[in-house]
């Protein structure tokens, strides 16, 4: 008993998103820990903003809810002042405005993906600090175990392959 209280423990978030011709892939783990402490084994860490924007949430629980409900609620303001859904640039470009603006109070790390009409499929990262990057794929979380971050390997493996069967360059 006293072997497994001194072996290394796996803790930490595992989120993706991955681009593909035609949408989006967002992934992430289900556990929630406090320290060695599982708190709950079926958390959601994908958010919906509004019907075609969704965030994948790491870090402090607390801080990346409070994020995805006021720019869940700008949103959807911004939806009812322009009569058309915003785009995933927009919802990207808030997250990464709070973020930035709080950095010295939040711990989060975020990945926020959809699909717009002018646009087409965005993934875009905003980790610790507030920076945003617009990639075709985002990894996020801590990996902290080999089979925790297969997950992340295999999709990016399944988009890189879809991309070259039907033709595009990476």
């Known amino acids: 008993m006293m072997n497994d209280l ?10 993706i998103g991955v681009t593909y011709d035609g949408g989006v892939i967002l992934g992430a783990d289900s556990r929630t820990s406090t320290g060695l402490y599982v708190a709950n ?11 075609n924007v969704y965030l994948c949430r790491s870090g402090s629980a607390a801080d990346s809810q409070i ?9 959807h303001q911004h939806t009812m002042q322009l009569g058309q859904p915003a785009t995933v ?34 993934i875009y990262g905003i980790p610790l600090g ?4 617009e990639q075709p794929f ?5 990996f902290l175990t080999f089979y925790r ?3 992340a390997f ?17």
Not at 6 to 15: A, E, L, V, W
Not at 138 to 142: E, L, M, R, S, W
Not at 160 to 170: E, F, I, K, Q
């Open 41 to 51: 084994r079926a958390s959601d860490k994908i958010t919906q903003l509004t019907d």
């Open 130 to 133: 507030g920076t945003i990057v």
């Open 67 to 75: 994020v995805s409900d006021y720019v869940r609620h700008f949103l």
């Open 89 to 122: 640039r927009v919802a990207a470009n808030l997250i990464r405005m709070l973020s930035y603006n709080n950095k010295n109070m939040l711990q989060t790390g975020l990945i926020v993906g959809g699909w717009d009409k002018y646009e087409g499929g965005k």
């Open 149 to 151: 971050s297969k997950v």
């Open 138 to 142: 985002a990894i996020g979380g801590v």
């Open 154 to 170: 295999f999709l990016l493996y399944f988009t890189l392959l879809t991309d070259l069967t039907h033709g595009s360059s990476c």
């Open 6 to 15: 001194n072996s290394p423990h796996s803790m930490g978030t595992t989120i």
